[in-house]
């Protein structure tokens, strides 16, 4: 009898559970439903809401962040073709100390392909080389970065300015820009050797507002010059290859000279290798 005692109460207590279980899972539950119609900024303010209210979980979202490799690991770009892993070292090394640094090169030229990474070992180490973009220099020429969990750099950040002065100030211009948002890097696009402008300036700015403030205003007056501003997007090199083998074609036709020729041979090997200069020079300078 006793023994159909004992089985009776565990068939109840696997029925029914304790309450104090029960009640915490349907609470949580609850809880869920509640978040779930939310949008991320909005479970972002009550997260950090809640992180100031209560420092032992602010404590454990520290904690968590300083752990996680994201918090660390940065993505470069705009590095020119010679950077190396050593001149990357050498330009981030400044922010703190660094666990790994490393600049993308291509497989067939092992020239660097214009991006890289690196990986701090504290986390402020990370923020201060974001915050502080006047630093961030690879080689003598201006490097934007992110954190690499972001992924590729958003177009929705990035600004093309036309018809910027050769001899324009690089703080002031970035001063006039920074008042639609804060900028991360930029302006980008200045000769090496000059310092000089080529007609063009690139900003990245922070976040998307900065963007969208900015083509707000597609025609502003900079130094007594109107600048043309509009969405950066990124040229399809092979695109744009086959666009200029096709208007060397059209103007090598037949059919465009006013007056019937005969046949000719090929150009001279020189005249195609100025022609594929040329192309080259010009994908370049849109790309």
Not at 142 to 169: E, M
Request: proline share 6%.
């Amino acid at each position: 009898m006793v023994g159909d005692e004992v089985a009776e109460e565990d068939e109840d207590s696997e029925m029914n559970p304790p309450q104090e279980a029960t009640g915490g899972r349907e609470e949580e539950g609850a809880i869920e439903r509640l978040l779930d119609p939310l949008t991320r900024d909005e479970l972002l303010d009550l997260l950090a809401e809640a992180c100031l209210r209560d420092p032992v979980l602010l404590s454990r979202l520290a904690a968590s962040a300083a752990s996680d490799a994201a918090h660390r690991r940065l993505f470069v770009h705009g590095l020119g073709p010679s950077a190396t892993n050593a001149a990357m070292a050498a330009a981030f090394a400044q922010f703190g100390a660094l666990d790994e640094c490393h600049a993308v090169a291509d497989s067939a030229t092992g020239r660097c392909r214009g991006y890289g990474f690196v990986t701090f070992r504290r986390r402020s180490a990370a923020r201060r080389a974001l915050a502080d973009s006047s630093r961030r220099v690879v080689d003598g020429r201006p490097v934007a970065c992110q954190l690499a969990s972001l992924g590729p750099t958003s177009p929705d950040r990035k600004l093309f300015v036309d018809n910027v002065p050769a001899r324009a100030a690089h703080d002031e211009l970035r001063r006039f820009f920074s008042r639609f948002g804060e900028i991360e890097a930029g302006p980008l696009g200045a000769d090496r050797a000059t310092g000089q402008f080529r007609g063009y300036a690139i900003f990245f700015y922070k976040s998307p507002q900065g963007l969208r403030k900015a083509l707000e205003e597609p025609k502003v007056v900079f130094d007594g010059c109107e600048l043309q501003c509009r969405r950066a997007h990124r040229v399809d090199k092979n695109m744009a290859w086959l666009s200029m083998q096709t208007q060397v074609h059209k103007a090598m036709a037949p059919s465009t000279l006013p007056h019937p020729v005969t046949h000719r041979p090929c150009p001279a090997e020189g005249a195609c290798i100025d022609i594929h200069h040329t192309a080259s020079s010009w994908i370049k300078s849109v790309s």
